[in-house]
C-alpha cells in the first residue's frame, strides 16, 4: 500500500434497496449543476485520537445484575459489548469500549435514606461501612457482574464515577444536600478519607481482575442536588472549583501512596457552556478548562501526576439552536488547544426539549430520536475533538411519554418495584445502535481524518443535511465512516480524491444502514453508486490495501 499522505478515491452512488425511500436517483434533486455531488476524505490531515465511546451503568445494573435471570443478563451484556456478528453480518452488539460504573455512596445501605420511594433504583449501595470495614460480598454484586462481563467482552477502559461521597463522610448524614447547604457535602476532616476510600475501590477491583482505568470524583458539580428529606431522587452534590481542587490533592496523595494507576478526571461539567466561560449563575464553578489547566490559575492541576489532562464535561444544555450549538463547540476546541488538554463528553441523553426543536411528540418517529443523537455525536467529534464520547445510560426505568426513545440504550420496567426485583421487562432501544455506528467501528487508537463536504460546506448546512466524519485506523489498513441524513431528502454523493492513490481491498465495501425501520443492516457493494435515503445513519468500513 502507498504510504497515506494521498486521498481516497472511491465513487459510492447507489447501494440500498430498502423500502424507506422511494426516491429515484433521476429525481431533479440530485440535477443541480452547481452542487459538486462528492465528499473528499484526506487522510494526510490528521485531527485527534480517538480513546473511547462509552456508556454509564447509571444505577440500574445493581439491581438487574444481581437479580435478574442469567439469560437476560447475557443479553444484555451481549448488546451493549460484543464485536461479533450474527450469521447475516450484522452486529450482535455495538462494542463499547468505555464502561462507566458508578461507585456506590450507600444511600440503599442507610435505614433512612431520605429517597422517595419511586426512586428506589436510583439508590446506591457501598462496600465501605461507617465502622472502616468493607462488606464486598453483599455490596454492588450487581455493578460488579457486568463489569466482569465488560472485560470478558474485551472492553479497553473502565471509568469509576461518583455522585456523592458516602453519606458517613457526608455534612448532613445523606448522599444529596438539604435545603440552606451550598457548598460540597463532605465533612472538612473527610477529604483524605474520601480518598482512600476510591483508592481501595481500585484496589479491591485490581485484585479481582477489574482494572479501574480513571476515576471520575465529581458530578455535575454546578448543581445543589437540594431535596428535603423523603423526596430525594439523586445523589449529588454542590462542589466549587477550589473545594474540587482540594479533594483531588488529597486523592493523588492517596493515589501515590498506594501505588494506585488510575488516573483522575474531572470535573464532569454540567454543560459546555460552564467548560469554556465563566458563567455568572456559578461563580464558583465555570470557565472550568481555564480553571483547572491555566498555569495562572489558583487552582491549576497540571503538576499532579495521577491527574489526567482532560477536561470531561456534559452535552447537555448546550444546543437550544444551530448556532449556539456549534459555537459551544468551537468554544470548546478553543479553550482546549489554549490549554493543551483533550475534551471528553462523559455524559449525554435527549434530556429537556431541545431534542423536540419546536415539534410535539406526536409528530416524532423514533429515527428522529436516533438522528439527534448521532448530530450530537458528530458535533461533539468533529467540532469538539472530543477524544472520548459517553451515553447516560445503559439502562434506564421509562416509565412515562417517550422516555425509552430519550434516557437509555436499554429501557426497563421491574415486576415489583423494589431493589429485590428479580422480573420485569426489558427491551433494546433505537438509541442503543444508534451509539453502535460510532463505538462498534471507530476503535481506541482510529484517529479522525479530514473530510470535505462539498454537497454541504459548512457545519451550519450539514447539521440539517448530511453530516460526515472519517476515521483511520492505527495500522492504516482501515477507513471507517459515519454519515447522518439528517434530512427528509435522499443523498447522492461520491467520496474521492486523487485517482488511483488508495485503493479499496478486492473493490468492495460494507456499510452499515439505520432508518426509520433498520438497525445496522449491513450491505455490502463495490466502487460504484450511493444513494443515502433520507433519515438514515450509514457507518461505512473501507478494507484498505
Not at 159 to 180: D, R
Not at 262 to 275: A, G, H, R
Not at 386 to 407: C, E, M, P, Q
Not at 516 to 530: K, L, R
Request: proline content about 4%; aromatic content about 12%.
Amino acid at each position: 500500500m502507498k504510504k497515506l499522505k494521498y486521498f481516497l478515491k472511491i465513487v459510492l452512488i447507489g447501494m440500498c434497496s430498502c423500502n424507506d425511500d422511494p426516491t429515484s436517483p433521476d429525481d431533479p434533486q440530485f440535477q443541480n449543476p452547481n452542487v459538486k455531488n462528492s465528499i473528499t476524505i484526506d487522510v494526510s490531515k490528521k485531527y485527534q485520537t480517538m480513546h473511547h465511546f462509552g456508556a454509564s451503568d447509571g444505577w440500574s445494573v445493581e439491581v438487574i445484575g444481581k437479580n435478574w435471570p442469567l439469560a437476560i443478563r447475557e443479553e444484555i451484556s451481549e448488546s451493549l459489548f460484543s464485536r461479533e456478528f450474527d450469521q447475516n453480518g450484522k452486529p450482535k452488539g455495538i462494542g463499547l469500549s468505555m464502561w462507566r460504573t458508578n461507585i456506590g455512596s450507600g444511600s440503599a445501605n442507610q435505614d433512612i435514606s431520605g429517597f422517595d420511594q419511586e426512586a428506589w433504583f436510583r439508590m446506591t449501595s457501598c462496600a465501605l461501612l461507617p465502622d472502616g470495614n468493607y462488606d464486598w460480598e453483599n455490596n454492588q454484586q450487581g455493578s460488579r457482574w457486568f463489569m466482569t462481563k465488560a472485560k470478558d467482552y474485551g472492553v479497553e477502559y473502565i471509568t469509576g464515577w461518583v455522585t456523592s461521597p458516602p453519606y458517613f463522610m457526608t455534612k448532613n448524614g445523606y448522599t444529596f444536600a438539604t435545603p440552606g447547604m451550598t457548598r460540597y457535602n463532605l465533612m472538612e476532616d473527610k477529604y483524605s478519607e474520601f480518598a482512600d476510600y476510591l483508592a481501595e475501590f481500585v484496589s479491591y477491583h485490581e485484585s479481582i481482575g477489574i482494572p479501574i482505568d480513571f476515576i471520575s470524583p465529581i458530578n455535575e458539580p454546578q448543581y445543589n442536588w437540594s431535596y428535603q428529606v423523603g423526596t430525594a431522587f439523586q445523589e449529588g452534590t454542590f462542589c466549587s472549583d477550589q473545594e474540587a481542587f482540594d479533594l483531588v490533592k488529597e486523592i493523588d496523595l492517596s493515589f501515590k501512596e498506594k501505588n494506585i494507576l488510575s488516573k483522575v478526571i474531572i470535573p464532569e461539567s454540567s454543560d459546555l457552556q460552564v467548560m469554556h466561560s465563566f458563567v455568572g449563575q456559578y461563580p464558583l464553578n465555570s470557565n472550568q478548562i481555564d480553571s483547572f489547566w491555566s498555569t495562572s490559575s489558583q487552582t491549576y492541576l497540571g503538576n499532579l501526576s495521577t491527574v489526567n489532562r482532560i477536561t470531561a464535561g456534559h452535552s447537555y444544555w448546550s444546543n437550544s439552536t444551530l448556532q449556539s450549538a456549534l459555537e459551544n463547540r468551537e468554544k470548546i476546541l478553543e479553550k482546549s488547544n489554549q490549554t493543551g488538554t483533550e475534551f471528553w463528553q462523559t455524559e449525554y441523553s435527549l434530556l429537556g426539549e431541545e431534542y423536540q426543536e419546536g415539534r410535539d411528540i406526536s409528530q416524532l418517529t423514533e429515527i428522529d430520536y436516533m438522528l439527534w443523537l448521532a448530530r450530537l455525536i458528530h458535533w461533539d467529534v468533529s467540532i469538539s475533538n472530543a477524544s472520548g464520547w459517553n451515553f447516560w445510560t445503559a439502562l434506564s426505568v421509562s416509565d412515562f411519554g417517550d422516555h425509552k426513545n430519550r434516557f437509555g440504550l436499554f429501557s426497563w420496567r421491574s415486576a415489583d418495584q423494589s431493589r429485590n426485583s428479580n422480573s420485569g421487562t426489558v427491551e433494546a432501544t433505537r438509541l442503543l445502535w444508534t451509539l453502535g455506528h460510532f463505538s462498534r467501528f471507530i476503535r481506541p487508537g482510529f484517529q479522525r481524518v479530514d473530510v470535505k463536504n462539498n454537497l454541504y460546506p459548512s457545519h451550519l448546512e450539514s447539521s440539517s443535511n448530511l453530516m460526515v466524519s472519517a476515521y483511520l485506523s492505527p495500522n492504516q489498513s482501515e477507513l471507517v465512516l459515519v454519515l447522518v441524513n439528517y434530512g427528509a431528502k435522499s443523498e447522492k454523493f461520491a467520496l474521492e480524491g486523487p485517482e488511483n492513490e488508495m485503493l479499496v481491498k478486492d473493490g468492495k465495501m460494507t456499510a452499515y444502514l439505520s432508518t426509520n425501520s433498520q438497525n445496522m443492516n449491513p450491505v455490502i457493494f463495490d466502487q460504484s453508486e450511493i444513494i443515502m435515503p433520507g433519515k438514515s445513519i450509514l457507518t461505512v468500513v473501507s478494507n484498505l490495501n
